[in-house]
């Protein structure tokens, strides 16, 4: 079994944090579904942007124990300009 942890920030400051015990070899797609991330803030597994430790990765991504699965959310403006 490994240990990671899931995470979504629908806004600044509202962190929705799950901590998740999968079987080896799990992928980031199943970290999802297993969560509930998806389920409760109205996300398809299609076309989500998910990533481990801040870097976007495929759904098959293979996860490691210790990993932090994140769901981005679309930015409203460029940060550049903010």
Same mark, same amino acid.
């Given at each position: 079994? $490994? +240990?990671?942890?899931? !995470?979504?920030? %629908?806004? &600044?400051?509202? $962190? @929705? ?5 999968? &079987? @080896? *070899?799990?992928?980031?797609? %199943? %970290? ?13 597994? +299609? *076309? !989500?942007? %998910? *990533?481990?430790? *801040?870097?976007?990765? &495929?759904?098959?991504? !293979?996860? =490691?124990? =210790? @990993? =932090?699965? +994140? $769901? ?5 403006? @460029? &940060?550049?300009?903010?």
């Amino acid at each position: 079994m $490994i +240990e990671v942890e899931g !995470v979504y920030c %629908a806004r &600044p400051g509202a $962190i @929705d944090r799950v901590e998740l015990a999968l &079987p @080896d *070899g799990s992928t980031l797609g %199943a %970290a999802l579904a297993a969560s509930g991330l998806l389920a409760r803030h109205g996300f398809s597994e +299609e *076309g !989500v942007l %998910a *990533g481990i430790w *801040g870097r976007k990765q &495929p759904l098959g991504a !293979v996860l =490691r124990s =210790r @990993d =932090r699965v +994140e $769901i981005y959310r679309t930015l409203q403006c @460029d &940060p550049k300009e903010a």
